[in-house]
């Protein structure tokens, strides 16, 4: 089993700067990818970046550029520059050991009770 902590959420103007961590407490051999997605109400829940455990990572294409997705060990932290209004949403934190860094919700295993993350224009 794996518990995952999520921290640094909160309200920012456009424009400005978040950085979310993910702390992995259990068995974190099953933490080789991990990965943020985000859902923001009345949509579906979205892949927004992941790595790997050897650093290979990947990113939605609409933070392409403005987010850096990065790996420690049991810990990830995705840094958020240039936000945007619609990147306001509920973020979480997944972990597992997919084929390969995915995007996909359903190839996780373990999640994060969420962070909120609110951009105002």
């Known amino acids: 089993q794996v518990h995952l902590v999520e921290s640094g959420g909160g309200s920012v103007q456009a424009g400005g700067s978040l950085r979310l961590s993910c702390a992995a407490f259990?068995?974190?051999?099953?933490?080789?990818?991990m990965a943020w997605f985000r859902q923001a109400p009345g949509k579906e829940r979205e892949g927004v970046a992941c790595?790997?455990?050897?650093?290979g990572t990947s990113y939605a294409d609409s933070v392409k550029g403005r987010f850096t997705i990065s790996k420690d060990n049991a810990k990830s932290t995705l840094l958020m520059n240039s936000l945007k209004p619609e990147d306001t949403a509920m973020y979480y934190c997944a972990a597992g050991t997919p084929p390969l860094c995915s995007l996909t919700a359903r190839r996780y295993n373990y999640w994060g009770q969420g962070t909120q993350v609110t951009v105002s224009s």
């Open positions: 259990g068995d974190t051999y099953s933490t080789y990818y």
């Open positions: 790595v790997a455990g050897n650093g």
